[in-house]
Protein backbone atom coordinates (compact mmCIF):
# COMPACT_ATOMS: atom_id res chain seq x y z
CA UNK A 1 0.00 0.00 0.00
CA UNK A 2 2.93 2.57 -1.31
CA UNK A 3 1.62 6.13 -1.09
CA UNK A 4 3.93 8.13 -2.68
CA UNK A 5 3.37 12.70 -2.55
CA UNK A 6 4.72 14.31 -4.93
CA UNK A 7 5.66 17.90 -3.34
CA UNK A 8 6.97 21.16 -4.87
CA UNK A 9 9.93 22.43 -2.79
CA UNK A 10 10.09 25.69 -4.09
CA UNK A 11 8.23 28.83 -5.17
CA UNK A 12 5.94 26.48 -7.09
CA UNK A 13 6.60 25.26 -11.54
CA UNK A 14 9.05 22.51 -10.06
CA UNK A 15 7.91 20.80 -12.58
CA UNK A 16 5.50 18.30 -10.61
CA UNK A 17 3.48 17.76 -13.66
CA UNK A 18 6.43 15.93 -15.37
CA UNK A 19 7.38 13.84 -12.90
CA UNK A 20 3.57 12.94 -11.57
CA UNK A 21 3.36 11.52 -15.50
CA UNK A 22 6.30 9.79 -15.23
CA UNK A 23 5.52 8.16 -12.11
CA UNK A 24 1.67 6.91 -12.56
CA UNK A 25 2.86 4.93 -15.36
CA UNK A 26 3.73 2.74 -12.05
CA UNK A 27 0.64 4.01 -10.07
CA UNK A 28 -2.98 3.15 -9.87
CA UNK A 29 -4.67 6.25 -8.30
CA UNK A 30 -3.05 9.58 -8.70
CA UNK A 31 -5.01 12.55 -6.33
CA UNK A 32 -4.47 16.28 -7.06
CA UNK A 33 -4.76 17.71 -3.03
CA UNK A 34 -4.62 21.32 -3.04
CA UNK A 35 -5.11 24.68 -4.52
CA UNK A 36 -7.35 25.45 -7.82
CA UNK A 37 -6.68 26.25 -10.93
CA UNK A 38 -3.91 28.54 -10.21
CA UNK A 39 -1.45 26.35 -10.91
CA UNK A 40 -0.23 25.08 -14.28
CA UNK A 41 1.27 21.25 -14.67
CA UNK A 42 2.68 20.84 -17.86
CA UNK A 43 2.88 17.76 -19.53
CA UNK A 44 4.55 16.58 -22.12
CA UNK A 45 3.96 13.20 -23.53
CA UNK A 46 3.15 10.64 -26.48
CA UNK A 47 -0.56 12.15 -26.10
CA UNK A 48 1.08 15.73 -27.05
CA UNK A 49 1.85 18.43 -24.72
CA UNK A 50 -0.60 19.30 -22.04
CA UNK A 51 -1.16 22.71 -19.44
CA UNK A 52 -3.28 20.98 -16.81
CA UNK A 53 -5.24 23.50 -14.07
CA UNK A 54 -7.28 20.75 -12.23
CA UNK A 55 -7.26 17.24 -13.96
CA UNK A 56 -4.38 15.43 -12.00
CA UNK A 57 -1.46 14.28 -14.28
CA UNK A 58 -1.94 10.90 -14.11
CA UNK A 59 -5.19 11.04 -16.75
CA UNK A 60 -2.68 9.65 -19.58
CA UNK A 61 -2.41 6.57 -17.97
CA UNK A 62 -5.16 4.10 -18.34
CA UNK A 63 -4.59 2.41 -15.43
CA UNK A 64 -4.92 5.05 -13.18
CA UNK A 65 -7.80 6.49 -11.64
CA UNK A 66 -7.44 10.08 -10.77
CA UNK A 67 -9.26 12.19 -7.98
CA UNK A 68 -10.15 15.95 -7.61
CA UNK A 69 -9.40 15.78 -3.35
CA UNK A 70 -11.11 17.66 -1.05
CA UNK A 71 -8.81 19.71 -0.37
CA UNK A 72 -9.36 21.50 -3.57
CA UNK A 73 -11.36 24.51 -4.73
CA UNK A 74 -13.11 23.78 -8.13
CA UNK A 75 -13.62 26.62 -10.75
CA UNK A 76 -16.43 24.27 -12.65
CA UNK A 77 -16.44 26.21 -16.23
CA UNK A 78 -12.66 25.76 -15.78
CA UNK A 79 -13.20 21.94 -15.33
CA UNK A 80 -15.26 21.09 -17.64
CA UNK A 81 -13.30 23.07 -20.24
CA UNK A 82 -10.04 20.84 -19.40
CA UNK A 83 -12.11 17.57 -19.39
CA UNK A 84 -13.20 18.95 -23.10
CA UNK A 85 -10.16 19.80 -24.01
CA UNK A 86 -8.57 16.50 -23.02
CA UNK A 87 -11.26 14.40 -24.58
CA UNK A 88 -11.20 15.90 -28.14
CA UNK A 89 -7.01 15.17 -28.06
CA UNK A 90 -8.39 11.82 -27.25
CA UNK A 91 -7.70 11.28 -23.90
CA UNK A 92 -10.02 9.22 -21.64
CA UNK A 93 -11.44 10.81 -18.68
CA UNK A 94 -14.05 8.23 -17.49
CA UNK A 95 -11.95 7.79 -14.86
CA UNK A 96 -11.87 11.26 -13.02
CA UNK A 97 -13.78 11.35 -10.16
CA UNK A 98 -13.91 14.68 -7.66
CA UNK A 99 -14.92 14.84 -3.85
CA UNK A 100 -18.23 15.87 -2.80
CA UNK A 101 -16.42 17.55 -0.49
CA UNK A 102 -14.10 20.01 -3.19
CA UNK A 103 -15.14 23.74 -2.71
CA UNK A 104 -16.32 25.66 -5.44
CA UNK A 105 -14.81 28.39 -6.98
CA UNK A 106 -17.73 31.16 -7.40
CA UNK A 107 -18.19 34.29 -9.75
CA UNK A 108 -18.07 36.59 -6.85
CA UNK A 109 -14.57 34.43 -5.94
CA UNK A 110 -12.82 35.65 -9.15
CA UNK A 111 -14.63 39.25 -8.93
CA UNK A 112 -12.83 39.46 -5.68
CA UNK A 113 -9.53 38.58 -5.85
CA UNK A 114 -8.95 41.38 -9.09
CA UNK A 115 -10.67 44.00 -6.49
CA UNK A 116 -8.62 42.96 -3.45
CA UNK A 117 -5.77 42.75 -5.93
CA UNK A 118 -6.30 45.89 -7.17
CA UNK A 119 -7.56 47.69 -3.77
CA UNK A 120 -3.58 46.41 -2.56
CA UNK A 121 -2.08 49.19 -5.36
CA UNK A 122 1.43 48.75 -5.08
CA UNK A 123 1.61 46.18 -2.30
CA UNK A 124 -0.89 43.38 -4.77
CA UNK A 125 0.16 40.02 -3.78
CA UNK A 126 0.56 39.29 -7.34
CA UNK A 127 -1.80 36.45 -7.22
CA UNK A 128 -3.53 34.40 -10.13
CA UNK A 129 -7.07 35.88 -9.90
CA UNK A 130 -8.78 33.07 -10.59
CA UNK A 131 -10.55 33.79 -7.36
CA UNK A 132 -8.68 31.10 -5.14
CA UNK A 133 -7.83 32.99 -2.24
CA UNK A 134 -11.16 34.49 -1.41
CA UNK A 135 -12.29 30.67 -2.11
CA UNK A 136 -10.69 29.21 0.76
CA UNK A 137 -11.26 32.16 2.83
CA UNK A 138 -14.88 31.48 2.60
CA UNK A 139 -14.45 27.92 3.11
CA UNK A 140 -12.98 29.01 6.58
CA UNK A 141 -15.62 31.45 7.13
CA UNK A 142 -18.18 28.74 6.39
CA UNK A 143 -19.32 30.58 3.53
CA UNK A 144 -18.32 27.83 0.95
CA UNK A 145 -20.30 25.81 -1.09
CA UNK A 146 -19.45 22.63 -1.94
CA UNK A 147 -19.66 20.07 -4.88
CA UNK A 148 -21.94 18.07 -2.90
CA UNK A 149 -24.18 20.63 -2.98
CA UNK A 150 -24.42 20.09 -6.44
CA UNK A 151 -26.38 17.21 -5.63
CA UNK A 152 -29.48 18.95 -4.30
CA UNK A 153 -30.56 21.79 -6.46
CA UNK A 154 -32.85 23.16 -3.73
CA UNK A 155 -30.49 23.16 -1.35
CA UNK A 156 -27.93 24.72 -3.89
CA UNK A 157 -30.37 27.43 -4.26
CA UNK A 158 -30.98 28.08 -0.76
CA UNK A 159 -27.56 28.63 -0.09
CA UNK A 160 -26.88 30.57 -2.43
CA UNK A 161 -29.10 33.13 -1.85
CA UNK A 162 -28.09 33.68 1.45
CA UNK A 163 -24.36 34.16 0.41
CA UNK A 164 -25.16 35.92 -2.43
CA UNK A 165 -26.72 38.88 -0.87
CA UNK A 166 -23.86 39.17 1.22
CA UNK A 167 -21.40 39.22 -1.21
CA UNK A 168 -23.39 42.01 -3.37
CA UNK A 169 -23.57 44.10 -0.80
CA UNK A 170 -19.42 43.88 -0.41
CA UNK A 171 -19.45 44.44 -4.30
CA UNK A 172 -21.14 47.19 -4.97
CA UNK A 173 -20.96 48.88 -0.96
CA UNK A 174 -17.07 48.10 -1.06
CA UNK A 175 -16.28 48.24 -3.95
CA UNK A 176 -18.70 50.32 -6.20
CA UNK A 177 -19.17 47.67 -8.79
CA UNK A 178 -22.29 46.00 -10.47
CA UNK A 179 -24.07 43.22 -8.02
CA UNK A 180 -24.46 39.58 -9.17
CA UNK A 181 -27.66 38.05 -10.62
CA UNK A 182 -28.69 35.21 -8.26
CA UNK A 183 -30.80 34.05 -11.15
CA UNK A 184 -27.74 33.96 -13.40
CA UNK A 185 -25.37 32.50 -10.98
CA UNK A 186 -28.21 29.35 -9.97
CA UNK A 187 -28.97 28.92 -13.50
CA UNK A 188 -24.86 28.37 -14.70
CA UNK A 189 -24.35 26.34 -11.96
CA UNK A 190 -27.30 24.20 -12.05
CA UNK A 191 -25.66 23.57 -15.75
CA UNK A 192 -22.29 22.98 -14.64
CA UNK A 193 -23.64 20.75 -11.85
CA UNK A 194 -25.60 18.86 -14.70
CA UNK A 195 -21.91 17.81 -16.61
CA UNK A 196 -19.61 17.28 -13.22
CA UNK A 197 -22.76 15.10 -10.91
CA UNK A 198 -21.52 12.02 -12.51
CA UNK A 199 -18.34 12.82 -11.44
CA UNK A 200 -18.72 13.93 -7.90
CA UNK A 201 -17.92 10.75 -5.34
CA UNK A 202 -17.03 9.81 -1.89
CA UNK A 203 -13.34 10.15 -3.06
CA UNK A 204 -11.69 9.14 0.06
CA UNK A 205 -13.12 5.87 0.52
CA UNK A 206 -11.93 5.05 -2.59
CA UNK A 207 -8.61 6.16 -1.81
CA UNK A 208 -9.13 3.56 1.28
CA UNK A 209 -10.38 0.77 -1.36
CA UNK A 210 -7.28 1.16 -3.25
CA UNK A 211 -5.02 1.14 -0.28
CA UNK A 212 -6.31 -1.67 0.82
CA UNK A 213 -5.73 -4.03 -2.03
CA UNK A 214 -2.13 -2.73 -2.14
CA UNK A 215 -1.93 -0.46 -5.22
CA UNK A 216 0.30 2.97 -5.85
CA UNK A 217 -1.12 6.22 -4.64
CA UNK A 218 0.53 9.14 -5.77
CA UNK A 219 -0.74 12.84 -4.50
CA UNK A 220 -0.28 15.67 -6.57
CA UNK A 221 1.00 18.65 -5.03
CA UNK A 222 0.16 21.76 -6.34
CA UNK A 223 2.03 25.47 -5.80
CA UNK A 224 4.83 25.09 -3.79
CA UNK A 225 6.75 24.82 0.10
CA UNK A 226 7.88 28.54 -0.09
CA UNK A 227 3.66 29.82 -1.29
CA UNK A 228 2.48 27.55 1.95
CA UNK A 229 0.28 30.21 4.39
CA UNK A 230 2.27 29.12 7.36
CA UNK A 231 5.59 28.20 5.95
CA UNK A 232 5.81 30.52 3.02
CA UNK A 233 6.95 34.01 2.59
CA UNK A 234 3.36 35.30 3.88
CA UNK A 235 1.40 37.17 2.93
CA UNK A 236 3.12 36.38 -0.59
CA UNK A 237 1.84 33.27 -0.41
CA UNK A 238 -1.29 30.97 -1.78
CA UNK A 239 -3.83 29.76 0.23
CA UNK A 240 -3.85 26.45 0.89
CA UNK A 241 -0.97 24.13 2.03
CA UNK A 242 0.85 22.44 -0.62
CA UNK A 243 3.19 20.73 1.98
CA UNK A 244 2.92 16.73 2.46
CA UNK A 245 0.98 17.22 5.70
CA UNK A 246 -1.48 19.45 3.60
CA UNK A 247 -1.39 16.19 1.06
CA UNK A 248 -3.17 14.08 4.01
CA UNK A 249 -5.82 16.48 4.61
CA UNK A 250 -6.57 17.51 0.98
CA UNK A 251 -6.76 14.08 -0.24
CA UNK A 252 -8.41 12.42 2.90
CA UNK A 253 -5.84 10.24 4.21
CA UNK A 254 -4.27 9.29 7.48
CA UNK A 255 -0.12 10.87 7.83
CA UNK A 256 0.78 6.95 8.62
CA UNK A 257 -0.11 6.31 5.10
CA UNK A 258 2.52 8.27 3.49
CA UNK A 259 5.58 5.78 2.36
CA UNK A 260 7.53 8.35 0.58
CA UNK A 261 7.35 12.46 0.24
CA UNK A 262 9.16 13.24 -3.05
CA UNK A 263 10.37 17.23 -2.94
CA UNK A 264 10.62 18.56 -6.79
CA UNK A 265 13.35 21.29 -6.86
CA UNK A 266 14.21 23.38 -9.98
CA UNK A 267 18.35 22.83 -10.24
CA UNK A 268 17.68 26.97 -9.95
CA UNK A 269 14.97 28.79 -8.77
CA UNK A 270 12.24 30.40 -9.97
CA UNK A 271 9.10 32.64 -8.67
CA UNK A 272 5.87 34.14 -10.20
CA UNK A 273 3.95 37.33 -8.32
CA UNK A 274 5.35 39.50 -4.92
CA UNK A 275 7.44 38.31 -2.43
CA UNK A 276 10.91 38.31 -1.40
CA UNK A 277 13.35 35.86 -3.16
CA UNK A 278 16.88 35.81 -2.31
CA UNK A 279 18.47 34.92 -5.03
CA UNK A 280 16.60 36.62 -7.63
CA UNK A 281 19.05 37.55 -10.42
CA UNK A 282 18.09 40.84 -12.02
CA UNK A 283 20.72 40.74 -14.83
CA UNK A 284 21.66 38.79 -17.81
CA UNK A 285 21.95 36.01 -16.52
CA UNK A 286 18.20 35.96 -14.92
CA UNK A 287 17.17 37.05 -18.68
CA UNK A 288 19.30 33.76 -20.09
CA UNK A 289 17.71 31.39 -17.96
CA UNK A 290 14.27 32.75 -18.34
CA UNK A 291 14.85 32.92 -22.45
CA UNK A 292 16.41 29.47 -22.72
CA UNK A 293 14.02 27.62 -20.07
CA UNK A 294 11.17 29.74 -21.90
CA UNK A 295 9.97 29.92 -18.02
CA UNK A 296 6.65 31.85 -18.17
CA UNK A 297 3.75 30.85 -16.34
CA UNK A 298 1.46 28.11 -17.60
CA UNK A 299 -1.50 29.70 -15.58
CA UNK A 300 -1.28 33.25 -16.52
CA UNK A 301 1.78 33.80 -19.07
CA UNK A 302 3.77 36.04 -16.38
CA UNK A 303 7.29 36.05 -17.02
CA UNK A 304 8.76 33.94 -14.26
CA UNK A 305 11.77 35.61 -11.82
CA UNK A 306 14.78 33.22 -11.90
CA UNK A 307 17.80 32.76 -9.77
CA UNK A 308 20.39 30.78 -8.59
CA UNK A 309 19.52 27.54 -6.53
CA UNK A 310 18.84 28.76 -2.92
CA UNK A 311 20.15 25.81 -0.71
CA UNK A 312 18.93 27.21 2.56
CA UNK A 313 15.40 27.59 1.46
CA UNK A 314 15.82 24.00 0.08
CA UNK A 315 16.79 22.85 3.37
CA UNK A 316 14.02 24.21 5.14
CA UNK A 317 11.78 22.81 2.61
CA UNK A 318 13.19 19.15 3.19
CA UNK A 319 12.90 19.83 7.03
CA UNK A 320 9.21 21.06 7.12
CA UNK A 321 8.22 18.17 4.99
CA UNK A 322 10.41 15.48 5.92
CA UNK A 323 11.45 14.90 2.02
CA UNK A 324 12.77 11.15 1.65
CA UNK A 325 14.23 12.10 -1.63
CA UNK A 326 14.35 14.09 -3.99
CA UNK A 327 13.86 14.63 -8.09
CA UNK A 328 15.74 18.03 -9.55
CA UNK A 329 14.15 19.04 -12.63
CA UNK A 330 15.84 21.55 -15.65
CA UNK A 331 19.08 20.49 -15.13
CA UNK A 332 19.66 20.92 -18.58
CA UNK A 333 18.60 24.95 -18.67
CA UNK A 334 22.44 24.93 -17.06
CA UNK A 335 23.95 23.51 -19.88
CA UNK A 336 25.35 26.62 -21.33
CA UNK A 337 26.66 28.38 -18.55
CA UNK A 338 30.63 28.26 -17.43
CA UNK A 339 29.81 29.09 -13.91
CA UNK A 340 26.82 28.00 -11.52
CA UNK A 341 26.21 29.58 -8.04
CA UNK A 342 24.49 27.94 -4.75
CA UNK A 343 23.44 30.18 -2.32
CA UNK A 344 24.49 28.53 0.81
CA UNK A 345 23.56 31.17 3.51
CA UNK A 346 22.23 34.79 4.01
CA UNK A 347 24.05 37.28 5.21
CA UNK A 348 21.30 39.27 7.64
CA UNK A 349 21.71 42.56 9.00
CA UNK A 350 25.83 41.67 9.20
CA UNK A 351 25.14 38.33 10.40
CA UNK A 352 25.63 35.45 8.45
CA UNK A 353 22.66 32.73 9.02
CA UNK A 354 21.80 29.48 7.49
CA UNK A 355 17.95 29.45 8.43
CA UNK A 356 14.75 30.56 6.09
CA UNK A 357 13.14 33.35 8.17
CA UNK A 358 9.89 33.42 9.34
CA UNK A 359 9.36 37.08 8.66
CA UNK A 360 9.23 38.47 5.33
CA UNK A 361 10.70 41.86 5.77
CA UNK A 362 14.00 40.53 7.21
CA UNK A 363 14.32 37.25 4.45
CA UNK A 364 13.46 40.54 2.10
CA UNK A 365 16.78 42.19 3.65
CA UNK A 366 18.69 38.65 3.16
CA UNK A 367 21.49 38.87 0.98
CA UNK A 368 22.64 35.35 -0.36
CA UNK A 369 26.24 34.21 0.29
CA UNK A 370 26.98 32.29 -2.57
CA UNK A 371 29.46 29.33 -3.36
CA UNK A 372 30.54 28.62 -6.94
CA UNK A 373 30.85 25.89 -8.80
CA UNK A 374 32.65 25.04 -12.84
CA UNK A 375 29.63 24.60 -15.54
CA UNK A 376 29.59 21.82 -18.12
CA UNK A 377 29.32 23.48 -21.10
CA UNK A 378 27.63 20.44 -23.24
CA UNK A 379 24.61 18.92 -23.77
CA UNK A 380 22.43 16.83 -21.29
CA UNK A 381 19.03 16.51 -22.71
CA UNK A 382 20.11 13.22 -24.61
CA UNK A 383 21.70 11.19 -21.16
CA UNK A 384 19.65 8.73 -19.62
CA UNK A 385 22.32 7.46 -17.15
CA UNK A 386 23.64 9.48 -14.17
CA UNK A 387 27.01 7.83 -14.79
CA UNK A 388 27.22 9.64 -18.36
CA UNK A 389 26.48 13.04 -17.00
CA UNK A 390 29.64 15.42 -17.55
CA UNK A 391 32.02 15.32 -13.70
CA UNK A 392 30.62 18.74 -13.06
CA UNK A 393 27.46 18.14 -13.56
CA UNK A 394 27.54 15.52 -11.63
CA UNK A 395 29.05 17.54 -8.84
CA UNK A 396 26.44 20.00 -9.02
CA UNK A 397 24.30 17.40 -8.28
CA UNK A 398 26.23 15.78 -5.60
CA UNK A 399 26.48 19.26 -3.64
CA UNK A 400 22.51 19.92 -4.37
CA UNK A 401 22.21 16.57 -2.91
CA UNK A 402 24.49 16.98 0.44
CA UNK A 403 23.13 20.50 0.69
CA UNK A 404 19.08 19.44 0.83
CA UNK A 405 19.53 16.79 3.04
CA UNK A 406 18.43 13.91 1.47
CA UNK A 407 19.40 11.44 -1.76
CA UNK A 408 18.02 12.71 -5.36
CA UNK A 409 16.16 10.04 -7.07
CA UNK A 410 15.67 11.57 -10.25
CA UNK A 411 17.37 14.17 -12.31
CA UNK A 412 15.00 15.39 -15.58
CA UNK A 413 17.71 16.65 -18.80
CA UNK A 414 14.25 17.99 -20.64
CA UNK A 415 10.44 18.42 -20.25
CA UNK A 416 9.35 15.02 -21.74
CA UNK A 417 8.50 11.65 -20.11
CA UNK A 418 11.89 10.25 -21.22
CA UNK A 419 13.92 12.87 -20.17
CA UNK A 420 14.72 11.57 -17.15
CA UNK A 421 17.57 10.29 -15.04
CA UNK A 422 16.68 7.65 -12.96
CA UNK A 423 19.38 8.02 -10.07
CA UNK A 424 18.21 5.85 -7.00
CA UNK A 425 14.81 3.84 -6.50
CA UNK A 426 12.06 5.89 -4.79
CA UNK A 427 10.76 2.88 -3.31
P1 LIG B 1 4.59 22.39 -12.15
O1 LIG B 1 3.63 23.48 -11.89
O2 LIG B 1 5.44 22.05 -10.98
O3 LIG B 1 3.96 21.16 -12.75
O4 LIG B 1 5.61 22.95 -13.25
P2 LIG B 1 5.20 23.72 -14.61
O5 LIG B 1 4.67 22.70 -15.56
O6 LIG B 1 4.38 24.91 -14.33
O7 LIG B 1 6.61 24.28 -15.07
C1 LIG B 1 7.67 23.43 -15.30
C2 LIG B 1 8.12 23.59 -16.77
O8 LIG B 1 9.34 22.90 -16.94
C3 LIG B 1 7.18 22.96 -17.78
O9 LIG B 1 7.20 23.75 -18.95
C4 LIG B 1 7.78 21.58 -18.04
O10 LIG B 1 7.44 21.07 -19.32
C5 LIG B 1 9.24 21.91 -17.96
N1 LIG B 1 10.14 20.85 -17.53
C6 LIG B 1 9.98 19.94 -16.52
N2 LIG B 1 11.12 19.25 -16.34
C7 LIG B 1 12.01 19.73 -17.23
C8 LIG B 1 13.39 19.47 -17.51
O11 LIG B 1 14.03 18.65 -16.88
N3 LIG B 1 13.97 20.21 -18.49
C9 LIG B 1 13.31 21.15 -19.19
N4 LIG B 1 13.96 21.82 -20.13
N5 LIG B 1 12.02 21.44 -18.95
C10 LIG B 1 11.39 20.75 -17.98
P1 LIG C 1 1.89 25.25 -9.67
O1 LIG C 1 1.02 24.13 -9.13
C1 LIG C 1 3.68 29.17 -9.17
C2 LIG C 1 1.48 32.10 -6.76
C3 LIG C 1 0.96 33.30 -7.51
C4 LIG C 1 1.06 34.35 -6.42
C5 LIG C 1 0.68 33.59 -5.17
C6 LIG C 1 -0.77 33.75 -4.75
O2 LIG C 1 1.79 25.41 -11.14
O3 LIG C 1 3.28 25.12 -9.15
P2 LIG C 1 -3.01 32.73 -5.71
O4 LIG C 1 -3.64 32.84 -7.07
O5 LIG C 1 -2.70 31.33 -5.31
O6 LIG C 1 -3.77 33.47 -4.66
O7 LIG C 1 -1.61 33.52 -5.86
O8 LIG C 1 0.93 32.21 -5.46
N1 LIG C 1 1.08 30.79 -7.31
C7 LIG C 1 1.88 29.99 -8.03
N2 LIG C 1 3.14 30.19 -8.47
N3 LIG C 1 3.07 28.00 -9.41
C8 LIG C 1 1.81 27.78 -8.96
O9 LIG C 1 1.20 26.58 -9.06
C9 LIG C 1 1.15 28.82 -8.26
N4 LIG C 1 -0.07 28.95 -7.70
C10 LIG C 1 -0.10 30.15 -7.11
O10 LIG C 1 1.76 33.61 -8.62
O11 LIG C 1 2.40 34.78 -6.28
MG1 LIG D 1 3.04 25.31 -12.72
Given at each position: ?P???????????????????????K??????F???D??????????G?????????????????????????????V?I???E???????D?????????????M????????L??????????????K?V?P???????R???????????????????????YK??IL??????????L??V?????????R??????????M???????????LL???????????????????S??P???????????S??????????????????????????????????????A??Y????????????????A???????????G?????????D??????????Y???????D????????????????E?????Q?????????D???L?????????????????????V??ER??????????
Amino acid sequence: MPVIAIIGAQWGDEGKGKVVDLLAQKARVVVRFSGGDNAGHSVVNPYGEFGLHLVPSGIFSSQVVCIIGNGVVINPGVLIGEIEQLNQRGVDTSRLFISDRANLIMPYHILLDGLEEEARGGKALGTTRKGVGPAFADKAARLGIRTGDFLDREALLERLRSIIDYKNIILTKIYGVSPLSLDEVYAQYCQYAERLAPYIRETAIMLEEALSRGELVLLEGAQGTLLDPDFGTYPYTTSSSPLAGGGCLGAGLSPTRLTRILGVFKAYCTRVGGGPMPTELKDETGDLIRERAHEYGTTTGRPRRCGWFDAVAARFSTRINGFTGAAITRLDILDILPRLKICVAYQLDGQKIDYFPGNVAALARCQPVYEELPGWQAPTSDIRNYDQLPLEARQYVARLEELIACPVNLICVGPEREQTIHKTPIL
